[in-house]
């Protein structure tokens, strides 16, 4: 039983505009979000989270939304960047636990 | 600081033959966490050590994975014997005593592919 889904296993951004990837969850203990970054052949990196008691975080060019009520996040960047090109993945935690990571989205921005 | 280092970074042998990974995680990190991505699905939780104790093994598939942690220091997970479906990339992660908070980062190898054959 997968908690944490990203139903989108790629997408493609013109370089400049937003790209928006999203992600659902099931589990409603869940209270941290965190999306990671990973590039070929690396780790899996951290970009930004957000607590479950707000709906909105923002760093830079990323800004990630939550709706507690759908049990969905997304996250924005904008503008895109072809640096950006690598797969995202999109985790949460119950009261500091272990993280549930999503299959991951693979973003390609082209110039 | 040095990251968190894991080898081999990519491994091939034959169903049935034993493989060991190793970490070392970052240096003063009492947390240790092993992940496993199978081509193309999520990244699944394995185990997590606080020191040399696992606090969490839940993850673990069967009793063919053993993972230790002896010194508190760097870890190692056995697969013996290995079967197809054991191939995947093994991520090792670490993060200092009380500092998870979920909100934390956590930091990552690069991993170690494994393919069985």
């Known amino acids: 039983d997968q908690q944490v889904k990203q139903n989108s296993p790629s997408l493609s951004v013109q370089e400049g505009r937003i790209s928006i990837l999203n992600c659902d969850y099931t589990n409603s203990m869940f209270d941290y979000f965190l999306w990671y970054k990973k590039y070929p052949a690396e780790g899996p990196t951290f970009l930004i989270s957000?607590?479950?008691?707000?709906d909105k975080n923002e760093d830079g060019r990323f800004t990630v939304f939550l709706n507690k009520s759908a049990k969905h996040l997304s996250l924005h960047i904008v503008p895109s960047q072809p640096g950006d090109s690598a797969v995202y993945f999109c985790a949460a935690s119950a009261g500091a636990q272990k993280l549930v990571f999503g299959q991951g989205t693979r973003l390609t921005i082209n110039p | 600081e040095a990251g968190v280092t894991q080898f081999p970074s990519h491994s091939v042998i034959e169903k049935g033959q034993t493989v060991t990974l190793r970490c070392d995680p970052i240096?003063?990190?009492?947390?240790l966490y092993w992940y496993r991505r199978v081509m193309g699905k999520e990244i699944k939780f394995l185990l997590h050590f606080v020191k040399e104790s696992k606090q969490d093994e839940s993850g673990m598939p069967n009793n063919r994975f053993l993972a230790e942690r002896t010194g508190g220091t760097y870890s190692t997970l056995k697969v013996q014997p290995a079967e197809l479906e054991d191939s995947g990339v093994y991520f090792c992660a670490s993060s200092r005593l009380g500092q998870f908070t979920g909100a934390n980062v956590l930091t990552f190898g690069a991993g170690s592919r494994l393919t069985v054959l």
């Open positions: 957000i607590s479950s008691i707000k």
């Open positions: 240096s003063g990190h009492d947390n």
